[in-house]
């Protein structure tokens, strides 16, 4: 099972599941109190420039994906064998897999998104998607755009031909014109608040450090592969070692997919809002079965299809 990370939220998020199940209500509910405002009016109503904004983005999708997770299991879906999350979605995996606390994780990715978000003036960081370049000259260019105009670097390898760049906004849109020149076939600058994944998310990773010291982990009782290095972590220090580095370092997610597949995984349900992991998941490794738990029906579906394959 894997969670999502920015990107995948979307106003009126969980609207249809609440309706019927009230773990919903409750998450929010839990997230809200710790957060001392209604994080579901903002998920609903916006404004959607807010809902954006990192440090509100992060506790809406932890809380999103653990209401999924909690719908699953009464609907009697199986404890996966291995879990993963997309950049931050790895604090939806760790909860999960008991490794952290529901309502520590509320407070710890509010706090990261506010590092991030103030770790770079707003309107100076950047990230862009590069479509169908090989990796190695898109590093060319990243390392030949940093000697002139500051730093830029791959920062999410989340497919084959789909990696993300990240850094100085200056120097990312020069990452894209130069892309196009070298055969890219698109170049999209995101619409994200913070430069992601990259050197100048270490004045956050500094910060996070001492909000992790002071946060209760435990050795999770589910597998969690973590992007910054695709391994297992089963000690509390090396969990909060390897979240540290995740805020500068690439999401090595094709090699995360990878790892589950080589690892016996046949089938990889997306827990949370949104196909895009899916989507991504099914480019990475054809022989997958994806299965992204957007609605009743498809929860429903991939629970009795888990639990028969489990059996």
């Known amino acids: 099972m894997v969670f999502p990370g920015q990107g995948s939220q979307y106003l009126g998020m969980m609207s249809e599941l609440s309706k019927q199940f009230g773990a919903v209500a409750k998450r ?9 405002f209604d994080l579901w009016a903002l998920v609903q109503d916006g404004p959607e420039v807010s809902l954006n904004q990192t440090q509100n983005t992060q506790p809406a999708l932890l809380a999103a994906s653990l209401a999924t997770w909690d719908i699953w299991l009464e609907l009697g879906g199986a404890l996966p064998a ?81 990696i993300v760049v990240s850094g100085k906004k200056v120097a990312v849109e020069a990452v894209c014109e130069l892309a196009g020149g070298r055969g890219a076939k698109r170049a999209l600058m995101l619409a994200v608040s913070v430069p992601a994944h990259c050197e100048l998310m270490t004045p956050a990773a500094e910060r ?20 910054a290095d695709v391994a297992v972590h089963e000690s509390p220090e090396e969990i909060r070692t390897v979240l540290r580095k995740q805020l500068f370092r690439p999401v090595l997610w094709v090699d995360t997919v990878q790892f589950m597949a080589s690892n016996g995984i046949s089938s990889v349900c997306e827990c949370g809002p949104g196909k895009v ?4 998941n099914k480019r990475i490794d054809r022989s997958l079965e994806c299965l992204a738990l957007t609605d009743v029906a498809a929860i429903q579906k991939a629970a009795a299809d888990t639990s028969r394959s489990d059996g």
């Open 28 to 36: 929010f509910e839990e997230a809200s109190d710790i957060l001392k």
């Open 82 to 162: 291995l879990l993963a999350g997309h950049s931050f979605g790895e604090y939806s995996a760790l909860v999960c897999a008991g490794g952290l606390r529901y309502e520590d994780a509320i407070q710890l990715v509010a706090d990261r998104g506010r590092y991030m978000q103030e770790a770079v003036p707003e309107g100076e960081g950047g990230m862009a998607a590069i479509l169908g370049l090989e990796t190695q000259v898109l590093q060319e260019i990243c390392q030949s755009v940093s000697s002139e105009f500051g730093v830029v670097e791959c920062a999410n390898f989340n497919a084959p031909g789909q």
């Open 208 to 227: 996070l450090t001492e909000r992790l010291v002071e946060t209760p982990f435990a050795p999770p009782a589910i597998k969690v592969i973590h992007n």
């Open 277 to 280: 992991l899916s989507a991504l």
